[in-house]
Nanobody, 115 residues
Framework: VQLVESGGGLVQAGGSLRLVCAASGSTFSFTAMGWYRQAPGKQRELVAAITSGGGSTNYADSVKGRFTISRDNVKNTMYLQMNSLKPEDTAVYFC?????????WGQGTQVTVSS
């Protein structure tokens, strides 16, 4: 399975971005997925997860109420809508499974929030 992230960029605090994760392979619709981020000098952290059918989601406390994870299993695509962005959201964002054996990491997409 190949994972390709896109949609990052430079945005002012309070702004919004929509990240996209495009997945190859035939198992995407059967697989729970998540968004991770890694800020400079920090460990990679899981910030949002969604079940295979999209019926249940979970968020880290730091993004709850501001980020929304969703997916389109027909398009093999997952999204992260990020609103009310803060400078501390600056990081490289990746998609992968939220538990179990991780897939190969993509290159990620850089999100930079200026104050």
């Amino acid at each position: 399975v190949q994972l390709v992230e896109s949609g990052g960029g430079l945005v002012q605090a309070g702004g919004s971005l929509r990240l996209v994760c495009a997945a190859s392979g035939s198992t995407f619709s059967f697989t729970a997925m998540g968004w991770y981020r890694q800020a400079p000098g920090k460990q990679r952290e899981l910030v949002a997860a969604i079940t295979s059918g999209g019926g249940s989601t979970n968020y880290a406390d730091s993004v709850k109420g501001r980020f929304t994870i969703s997916r389109d299993n027909v398009k093999n695509t997952m999204y992260l809508q990020m609103n009310s962005l803060k400078p501390e959201d600056t990081a490289v964002y990746f998609c992968n499974v939220p538990y179990g054996k991780l897939r190969s990491w993509g290159q990620g997409t850089q999100v930079t929030v200026s104050s």
